[in-house]
Each structure stands twice: as structure tokens, then as C-alpha cells.
């Protein structure tokens, strides 16, 4: 049975840093690509980052490039999401996702190619 479980979120100041965790169970994640997604209170939920399996590449949303960062470790089963320099408008639910096979540009962003989702960690972002 396929598991996916995020970690690592909590209260920081704005300017802090927080590390996010995705411990997958049940599959052979290097099979899979891995986005994290977020959702604010009254927002939709929207692509934060993406890292493809096979040739690694990454995205990212506008809004977190250069203070954000993706990575996996395939023979852990983890992924994670470094944040930096953080915002009030950081604050909100951290989801990871999977996808069995590549992720592409034009995908990355929609939810609908990922099959397995996590419950989510929350992370605000408040002095």
C-alpha cells in the first residue's frame, strides 16, 4: 500500500527556514516523480515544486525560486523541500505528491497527473 507522509512543518518567523520531509512507503520512489503542493486558507491548492524521476530535473513556482529547494534520496524513500528566506504568504498546508514516470513542464503544476498524495504538514509563517 502506497504511504506518503510529510513532516517538518510548524510556526517560523518571517525570514526563518524550514526543512519539509515526505516519507514514502510501498513503492520504488525512483520510479516516481515527486511535486509538493500547498493550499492557504480560501485558496485553491497550487504547485510549489517538482522533481522528475529518471533525469532529476526540477521546478519551480515563480513565487518560490531561489528560496526554495527540492531534493530526494531515492534509497531512503524521502523527499524533501528546503525553504528559506520564508514569507507570510508561505502559510499553508504542505502537500507531497507522486507521479509513477517523468514530469513534465506543461504537468508538474496540475494536480490530476499525481497519484498518490499525502495528508499534508502545516506551516505558518507569523512573528
Known amino acids: 500500500q502506497v504511504q506518503l507522509v510529510e513532516s517538518g512543518g510548524g510556526l517560523v518567523q518571517p525570514g526563518g527556514s524550514l526543512r519539509l520531509s515526505c516519507a514514502a512507503s510501498g513503492m520504488e520512489l525512483e520510479a516516481h516523480s515527486i511535486g509538493w503542493f500547498r493550499q492557504a486558507p480560501g485558496k485553491e491548492r497550487e504547485g510549489v515544486s517538482a522533481?522528475?524521476?529518471?533525469?532529476?530535473?526540477?521546478y519551480y513556482a515563480d513565487s518560490v525560486k531561489g528560496r526554495f529547494t527540492i531534493s530526494r534520496d531515492n534509497a531512503k524513500k524521502m523527499v524533501y523541500l528546503q525553504m528559506n528566506s520564508l514569507r507570510p504568504e508561505d502559510t499553508a498546508v504542505y502537500y507531497c505528491?507522486?507521479?509513477?514516470?517523468?514530469?513534465?513542464?506543461?504537468?508538474?503544476?496540475?494536480?490530476?497527473?499525481?497519484?498518490?498524495w499525502g495528508q499534508g504538514t502545516q506551516v505558518t509563517v507569523s512573528s
Open positions: 505528491a507522486t507521479r509513477l514516470g517523468i514530469m513534465t513542464f506543461r504537468m508538474w503544476k496540475q494536480q490530476g497527473p499525481y497519484d498518490n
Open positions: 522533481i522528475s524521476s529518471g533525469d532529476g530535473v526540477v
